[in-house]
C-alpha cells in the first residue's frame, strides 16, 4: 500500500511521543484493530488505535465547525446573509474538485 504525505506525516508524528496504554477492549474492537493491520492500513495494533482516534478526533472538529458556522449563520443580519450567500455560491464553484482531506 502506498501511503500518502499526509499519511506519512501522521505516522511519524504517532511514533515521536509515546505514552503505555493497558486497557482491555470488546472482541469485535480488537477484530477491528487486527483488520486495520492486516490490510496493511497500519503497521501495529497501536497504530491502528492512534488512527482511529485521529479519525474521530478529525470528525469531531468538522461536527464543532459545522455547528459554529450555522450559529454564525444565524445571527447574521439579512443584508449580510445575503452577501454571504453570493460569496458561498462564488466560492463552492471555484472549490468543484478540490479534495480537501488531501490538501491538510
Known sequence: M???RRDRVA?????LARAKLSTTVSRETYKFLEHKVASGQAATIAEAVDRSILML???ENRERL???TASYFDRLEPH???E???LAQDLASAGTGI???QEL
Open 57 to 59: 478526533r478529525q470528525l
Open 2 to 4: 502506498v501511503k500518502s
Open 11 to 15: 505516522t511519524a508524528g504517532m511514533k
Open 80 to 82: 449580510a446573509a445575503a
Open 66 to 68: 459545522a455547528l459554529a
Open 84 to 86: 454571504e450567500s453570493s
Open 99 to 101: 479534495d480537501f482531506d
